[in-house]
């Protein structure tokens, strides 16, 4: 009896060595099915309550369970749970009754971070409205058609871009859309089709709660959000976000170990997933702290994290860059800072990163705005941005599949259907679109929506969700990004579209055509603009006109940081075919940066850098540069 007791207790000593000779990741795994499962439990219990749970109600539970917790400190204010609750019911109220939002309306934000943009939120949430999330950054036709491709109502504006709505004003008056700018007074307001909702007319508004029937026919599967994406061809588009994917979304910080305690530090701008529902809400769910400010700065980053205690940070893979580069401190480890929440992390800024600013748990991430999968890595792997588990397969039935980069399209086999690359290989990321992982698609745009699916991928009549990206998986199932496929690339953390690039370019008197596309800077995340033009015949380069353009009608991430002018064949048709055309080592070329070069900027006169009888793209693309042409670091 005792020989086998000594066995039992023998073999239990050694299962943990055994388990980690298996699987070295064993701890790590164990932990993460433990969150999933109780995570999930908790979602599928919410999907049945009736009426159904919103982000609203997680909201207002947390101003019941802890109402004087500070839950916004911005500059030198802060907002308890019951403070936001209340502001929000005063703005809901002065809407209702100044601008005449109901339950079913869409109403457009256009402003950076600031406490208002969460008080107006959670006040749309309470009208049972839609809430449609603009870039601040664009103007113009980008900006008329991100606020029209939704079906919008009202448009709230914060008054420091009032300039910006003016521009479109008239067509905005034409769709009889009610424009209003928040804060200043009626007296102020002098441009008529401009309507202001000032803070006097806020703060007289009562801050009872609201009756929950005035959203009483929101559902689970109702919009709650509209937040744009470029996806992976043409304009921005409004992808839809349902409440019920908010609600799921949002439990990203709860996956990566965010607990109520946690003080939140955001900077990423609202209009995006990473601030609004990684960020924002994520912090609701978890009824943690915000630390909320305007924009990133590296100067001021360390010194508001000593200042306000911040535990957990969010970044994108420019934001650890510039932390890096910045100047060394003696108190570089002097913080409270225990987990950075992101994506676009590379592996040399991730391990400098960790050396200089000491022991911080990294979580990256992997999503598309308006995708149906995601991948969270949760060992910390450097360079991964996920791992496979089981758990998560059997909800999200995912798979990689071939590729053609240079057809642009999947490769099938000899029946018509896509096939599986095997672990260790590069493949296009599809996702089985489900009940349990729907794609709710983009708002009033059927075509685009369309064109994400892939129908017929593995058997007749399946359906999947084109992620366009294309990843790898390694034997040990950690998941790495590898590029990305359309006619996008991705610069300073945002989605740049070329078409809508090129069109501006063509809009341009001396431009007849145009091919916009990324190319990748060593030192530099993701891939910057270059454009190669042909000149209308008998016409020079008009720099200065090319400059102004592109500062008026572009965001500064999305104007092309290089110029090639050249002359384009009219053969050529495919991006893939313009690639091996510019690629030609006998072609001489001229690079300028009308939006850089500050000779340019300061003359409009058009700055040579030379003929170059070699491939300048050799120089650009995998080999790395000869000689810099200049620094990137405020491109």
Request: charged share 25%.
């Amino acid at each position: 009896m005792y020989v086998l007791l000594y066995t039992i207790l023998a073999g239990l000593a050694i299962l943990p060595l055994f388990l980690y000779l298996r699987n070295p990741y064993f701890t790590q795994d164990l932990r993460y099915t433990v969150t999933c499962i109780l995570l999930g439990l908790r979602i599928n219990r919410i999907k049945r309550s009736k009426p159904f749970y919103s982000m609203l109600d997680c909201f207002l539970d947390k101003v019941k369970k802890h109402p004087n917790k500070q839950f916004i400190v911005f500059e030198k204010s802060s907002y308890t749970y019951r403070d936001v609750d209340k502001q929000s019911n005063k703005l809901a109220r002065a809407l209702s009754q100044h601008a005449s939002v109901k339950e079913g309306d869409t109403v457009a934000l256009f402003m950076g971070n600031e406490p208002m943009y969460v008080f107006i939120w959670l006040a749309l949430a309470k009208l049972g409205c839609t809430a449609a999330l603009l870039n601040y950054n664009i103007r113009s036709k980008s900006l008329l058609h991100c606020f029209t491709c939704c079906g919008t109502n009202v448009l709230l504006a914060a008054s420091e871009l009032r300039g910006a709505v003016e521009e479109v004003l008239p067509t905005l008056r034409e769709q009889s859309v009610s424009v209003f700018v928040l804060g200043e007074e009626e007296e102020k307001c002098v441009t008529e089709g401009v309507n202001t909702l000032s803070s006097s007319r806020i703060q007289q508004a009562s801050d009872q709660p609201l009756d929950p029937q005035l959203r009483s026919k929101v559902t689970l599967k109702s919009p709650a959000l509209y937040i744009y994406t470029s996806g992976t061809t043409g304009l921005p588009k409004a992808a839809v976000i349902t409440h019920e994917r908010l609600y799921m979304a949002s439990s990203m910080q709860a996956i990566s170990g965010v607990v109520s305690d946690d003080v939140i530090y955001i900077y990423l701008p609202l209009y995006h997933t990473a601030g609004f529902i990684m960020g924002l809400t994520g912090a609701i769910e978890r009824g943690s702290t915000v630390v909320l400010r305007r924009k990133f700065s590296a100067s001021n980053f360390w010194d508001d994290c000593r200042k306000h205690k911040v535990t957990v940070i969010q970044y994108i893979g420019e934001i650890m860059r510039y932390l890096c580069n910045s100047p060394k401190k003696d108190n570089d480890r002097h913080h409270k800072v225990r987990l950075a929440l992101g994506n676009g992390l590379r592996a040399d800024t991730w391990s400098e990163f960790l050396q200089r600013f000491g022991d911080i748990r990294v979580c990256e991430c992997y999503g598309a705005t308006e995708g149906n999968v995601g991948f969270i890595n949760y060992v910390g792997k450097v360079g991964a941005i996920g791992k496979e588990h089981f758990l998560h397969k059997a909800n999200f039935s995912y798979v990689l599949i071939q590729y053609d980069t240079e057809r642009e399209e999947p490769v099938k086999d000899s029946r018509g259907f896509c096939i599986k690359v095997p672990k260790g290989e590069t493949g296009l990321l599809v996702a089985k679109i489900t009940a349990q992982a729907p794609f709710s698609g983009y708002a009033n745009n059927q075509q685009q929506t369309d064109r994400k699916k892939l129908r017929d991928v593995f058997v007749k009549g399946d359906l999947y969700f084109n992620s366009g990206d294309l990843l790898r998986i390694d034997h040990e199932g950690f998941v790495y990004f590898m590029d990305r496929i359309g006619d996008t690339f991705r610069w300073k953390g945002e989605n740049v579209a070329t078409t809508e690039v090129t069109e501006h370019l063509i809009m341009v008197e001396c431009i007849e055509e145009a091919n916009v596309y990324g190319v990748k800077v060593p030192g530099h995340e993701g891939r910057v603009g270059m454009a190669a033009i042909k000149l209308k015949d008998d016409m020079e380069f008009d720099s200065k006109a090319t400059l102004e353009h592109v500062k008026t009608s572009l965001p500064s991430y999305a104007r092309p940081r290089f110029i090639r002018i050249q002359v384009i064949p009219t053969r050529v048709l495919g991006r893939s075919e313009l690639w091996g055309d510019l690629k030609s080592p006998d072609r001489a070329a001229h690079l300028v940066a009308p939006t850089l070069h500050p000779q340019m900027a300061e003359t409009g006169q058009a700055v040579e850098l030379g003929e170059l009888p070699q491939d300048p793209f050799s120089q650009l693309v995998g080999i790395g540069w000869r000689r810099p042409l200049w620094d990137l670091k405020e491109a």
